[in-house]
């Protein structure tokens, strides 16, 4: 079964700057958008930001927005490469992040069909 595989977390201070990566490639995804969330420990998993198949529609969290940039790459034949690229993080930006899919985006978790294993980003102050 396809999988998807979210990584690029990490230990880094505030106001540095990290690039998760999601690997969406394979015929399971094929026209599903992409998005991130992430969960902090003893809160609700919440959607941080999402990318339409095509790329050219994007969403974000309002605390995000500005700071975090999502893209798409299917330049390679066969690879469907989607990054969240966050500048000046904040310590409220820690959390596991992962990666989902679903072939309409809305901010409800219950709504994304596909999830990746996750990825720990931590900003210490």
């Known amino acids: 079964q396809e999988q998807l595989h979210d990584t690029g977390g990490g230990l880094v201070q505030v106001g540095d700057s990290l690039r998760l990566s999601c690997d969406a490639s394979g015929r399971t995804f094929s026209g599903y958008a992409t998005g991130w969330f992430r969960q902090a420990p003893g809160k609700e998993r919440e959607f941080v930001a999402a990318?339409?198949?095509?790329?050219?529609?994007?969403?974000?969290?309002d605390s995000v927005e500005g700071r975090f940039t999502i893209s798409r790459d299917r330049r390679d034949r066969g690879k469907n490469m989607v990054y969240l690229q966050m500048n000046s993080l904040k310590p409220e930006d820690t959390a596991v992040y992962y990666c989902?899919?679903?072939?309409?985006?809305?901010?409800?978790?219950?709504?994304?069909?596909?999830w990746g294993q996750g990825t720990q980003v931590t900003v210490s102050s």
């Open positions: 989902a899919a679903a072939r309409v985006m809305v901010n409800d978790p219950l709504g994304w069909d596909y």
């Open positions: 990318v339409s198949w095509s790329g050219e529609s994007q969403y974000y969290e």
